[in-house]
């Protein structure tokens, strides 16, 4: 089946530093991809859609300055926390579509960050 | 606009029994409706999807699903519950290549 590999999977980091998330889709090309987060005991939202060769779509609430995607290739998209701050810290995950078959959407591992 | 209601943020069953999860939807144009499954700590693993065709939906780990129009509901059902069932679900509900908007969340507890 279709891969999403995430990396790093846990990332800890100072407040004020930025931080970079990868999201692959490993055997297919994703055109769209889109970034989730998730807070502790809540459900996934969503923050931005990511499509392949130009700017993302951000939600409304979303700091597009805060919150970069870059979405350079088929396989990869990457979203850039800067300026990390405690109240950053979530589980960020991200998911992709397959630009052959656009019903199901596959999820990576997702991602911890702990700004402190 | 579409939107995902899960009725129950907490359920609990004994080993063996059935397990019911609701969830209901909201939708201007037929949707695509997923259950998802998520173990703490870890990302989410698809149970089932409904886009079209029959109604009647199985998933993995014996669950399965029905969508009624009727209804706008797409409730997530096992026989059996196991042990190994106690995790986070989530409904979600989509169209073809956009974003999944998913319900708050059910947490089931399986007591044995």
């Known amino acids: 089946g279709a891969v999403v590999s995430q990396h790093p999977s846990w990332v800890i980091c100072k407040s004020g530093t930025s931080v970079k998330i990868e999201c692959r889709s490993l055997d297919f090309q994703a055109t769209t991809m889109f970034w989730y987060r998730q807070f502790p005991k809540q459900s996934l939202m969503l923050m931005a859609t990511?499509?392949?060769?130009?700017?993302?779509?951000?939600e409304q609430g979303v700091e597009k300055d805060k919150f970069l995607i870059n979405h350079a290739s088929l396989t990869l998209s990457t979203l850039t926390v800067t300026s990390a701050h405690p109240e950053d810290s979530s589980f960020y995950i991200c998911?992709?579509?397959?630009?052959?078959?656009?019903?199901?959407?596959?999820f990576g591992p997702g991602t911890r960050l702990l700004v402190l | 606009a579409q939107s995902v209601t899960q009725l129950g943020s907490h359920v609990s069953v004994s080993e063996g029994a059935l397990v019911l999860l609701r969830c209901n939807y909201s939708?201007?144009?037929?949707?695509?409706l997923f259950w998802y499954v998520q173990y703490p700590n870890q990302g989410l693993q698809l149970l089932l999807k409904?886009?079209?065709?029959?109604?009647l939906v199985k998933g993995i780990n014996g669950f399965e699903a029905e969508f009624k129009k009727s209804e706008t509901s797409f409730h997530l059902t096992k026989p059996s519950a196991h042990m190994s069932d106690a995790a986070e679900y989530f409904c979600?509900?989509?169209?073809?290549?956009?974003?999944?908007?998913f319900g708050k969340g059910t947490t089931l507890s399986v007591s044995s």
């Open positions: 990511s499509n392949e060769g130009s700017k993302a779509t951000y």
């Open positions: 409904y886009t079209t065709g029959a109604t």
């Open positions: 998911s992709a579509i397959d630009r052959g078959s656009k019903e199901t959407q596959y």
């Open positions: 939708s201007s144009v037929p949707p695509y």
């Open positions: 979600a509900v989509s169209q073809a290549g956009t974003a999944l908007i």
